[in-house]
């Protein structure tokens, strides 16, 4: 039996080997330390997504195309205001989870603007934020329902940790690491290296012998 051909539109690219100016706002496996000090590492590879036609018509899960993870406004970096744009590869598990969130609420689920995918450069990036992983969103309403009060985003932040049992909500409250007026899930540090991407090269002589 021959191996299957990937089919997914988005080129693959390995984020070291872009240009400069990409590489500075994407920082392509480089670290990132959150709130308690820990360093935590950059996803390497990303997704090209070369116009918002692109980014419409693909999707990386049966409701959710790319476009809804890159709606970002003037506070990402230059570079990732216009085309080509890049998301980390382990958007796709993000799509995903959400993806089984909305069949459990049996209605839409809406991600915010600069909810999605956020480069390290990012104006509002503090630290080590899963959005710069591509593994967090920020859910402003799901069907009819605006999740602007405590009540409402911790009914849906139920339900999502009922449906992902690994998943991370932000807290409620006014301070800047809270939540007031969107549920914001979380799946952590996660990176993804799909099959095709080159990795690195590895000397077996030099490693030793394995146990």
Not at 189 to 197: D, F, I, T
Request: net charge negative.
């Amino acid at each position: 039996m021959g191996m299957a051909l990937a089919t997914f539109p988005l080129r693959l690219v390995d984020g070291r080997r872009l240009e400069r100016r990409y590489r500075d706002v994407l920082m392509p496996g480089g670290i990132l330390c959150d709130k308690e000090g820990q360093a935590r590492v950059l996803p390497r590879y990303f997704y090209e997504v070369t116009s918002w036609e692109q980014a419409s018509d693909t999707y990386l899960a049966p409701h959710f195309a790319v476009s809804e993870f890159i709606h970002t406004d003037v506070r990402e970096a230059p570079p990732l205001r216009v085309f080509p744009r890049y998301i980390p590869c382990a958007t796709a598990l993000l799509a995903l989870a959400l993806e089984q969130l909305r069949e459990a609420v049996d209605s839409y689920v809406y991600v915010g603007a600069n909810g999605g995918y956020c480069s390290p450069r990012h104006a509002r990036t503090g630290g080590a934020s899963p959005h710069c992983w591509g593994t967090a969103a920020n859910i402003y309403r799901v069907g009819d329902t605006y999740l602007d009060s405590h009540e409402t985003i911790a009914k849906y932040a139920a339900i999502a940790r009922e449906v992902l049992p690994t998943v991370w909500t932000r807290p409620l409250g006014p301070e800047a690491w809270k939540t007031d007026d969107h549920l914001h899930l979380d799946l952590g540090y996660v990176v993804s290296v799909p099959r095709e991407a080159p990795g690195e090269t590895h000397d077996l002589k030099l490693a030793g012998d394995p146990l």
